[in-house]
């Protein structure tokens, strides 16, 4: 089914607000709705912007009276004609959860999300051989049914996903904690007001994590990616948590990792390098940095035992005062499999050589 395109999957009734509209009001309609993204459009339906809770989970509290206007982000726009692939690559470049599909240029039509591409994939010619250890990350961090709510909302927000797996007091999987549960945590609803609406101002209540833990999908190392996708569209679709057999966590697969297992780089040359986390002020340590992903990029092109169709690197900042603390972790793609390597230190450019060397190492050891 190559030929598929957003026409075939894409969902005309979509959930919409305002400009106008005040952050009460749109999550009372997210969670009436059950959606985590929504367009805002004006009276004549053409999209001018984009909400979700990940743009949510990065604010530092806003009023409940704010305006849509306020929040909002200006959104990639796609047509119903749109091949599946090049939308699956749009979201892997932009990280965008879903699409606004549009007709002249602005009229909203329809939506399509990462979910709608999951549930295609058992459909799709070229990837059923990948498996669930290809595709997970390993070594996932993991939160407690005992942590604070603010715990999970933190991991989430670092890791910029959606939905963090939880262990119990031995370690075995709960489930999965999402995060428009942790935020009707943080953003209290209050009884005895209008339908759809959300009153009060921000707030911390101290739940533990336990207290919204759902089903998660979970799989084995060896099964299929059209099991893991199957799996996910049957229980929670933004994880699939790789187990073993006492059910302890040894991996996890997100849906921007199987999206970017179907954006392999067809004819054009060059390793595509997704950075997700930098937030450096230094202009000095972000350069050279960059400097350091681009030359790692270009000397495993020259590779020629081994196609990379990826390298992604998550950088995450620890705020320890006088001096941030660092973790790096990278993930590579490859037609022989998946590789990854981490390090962690008070300085990011050391983190970065000791990642690559160990991603460097273990590829030449894949040639010898």
């Known amino acids: 089914m190559a030929d598929m395109t957003v026409l075939n999957l894409m969902n005309p009734d979509v959930t919409t607000a305002g400009p106008e509209e005040a952050l009460s009001k749109v999550l009372g309609k997210m969670k009436k709705n059950g959606v985590h993204e929504l367009p805002i459009t004006d009276e004549q339906d053409r999209l001018v912007g984009f909400f979700s809770f990940d743009l949510l989970s990065k604010k530092r509290h806003p009023s409940l009276s704010t305006k849509m206007e306020r929040l909002m982000v200006s959104p990639p726009k796609i047509g119903a004609d749109t091949d599946l692939f090049e939308a699956a690559a749009l979201m892997v470049e932009t990280g965008f959860r879903a699409l606004a599909v549009v007709r002249d240029g602005s009229v909203l039509e329809g939506i399509i999300s990462r979910t709608d591409i999951i549930a295609a994939v058992p459909d799709l010619k070229g990837v059923e051989n990948v498996s669930a250890g290809e595709l997970m990350t390993e070594n996932p961090r993991l939160l407690t049914n005992s942590d604070p709510v603010e715990s999970a909302l933190t991991l989430m927000t670092e890791l910029e996903e959606i939905c963090a797996p939880v262990v119990d007091g031995q370690g ?192 030449i050891a894949l040639k010898k």
């Open 172 to 363: 075995r999987l709960a489930g999965g904690v999402l995060i428009d549960e942790v935020s009707r945590a943080v953003w209290r609803e209050e009884k005895g007001t209008d339908i759809g609406d959300v009153t009060g101002e921000s707030s911390k209540p101290e739940i533990e994590v336990g207290s919204f833990v759902t089903n998660v999908a979970t799989v084995k190392k060896d099964q299929s990616i059209n099991e893991v996708c199957q799996q996910m569209s049957a229980a929670c679709p933004y994880l699939c948590v790789v187990v073993d057999d006492s059910m302890r966590p040894i991996g996890v697969i997100t849906q921007q990792d199987i999206l970017k297992i179907l954006v392999k780089p067809g004819g054009e040359k060059g390793v595509r390098v997704d950075v997700t986390g930098l937030r450096i002020d230094d202009p000095i340590t972000r350069l050279s940095l960059t400097s350091k992903i681009d030359r790692f990029a270009k000397k495993i092109e020259g590779f020629n035992w081994i196609s990379v169709y990826g390298l992604n690197l998550h950088i995450i900042t620890y705020d320890r005062g006088a001096q941030d603390k660092w973790s790096l972790r990278a993930r590579l793609a490859s037609d022989k499999g998946v590789f990854t390597a981490s390090s962690s230190g008070w300085d990011i450019l050391r983190c970065a050589d000791e990642t690559f060397e160990e991603l460097g190492r273990r590829i």
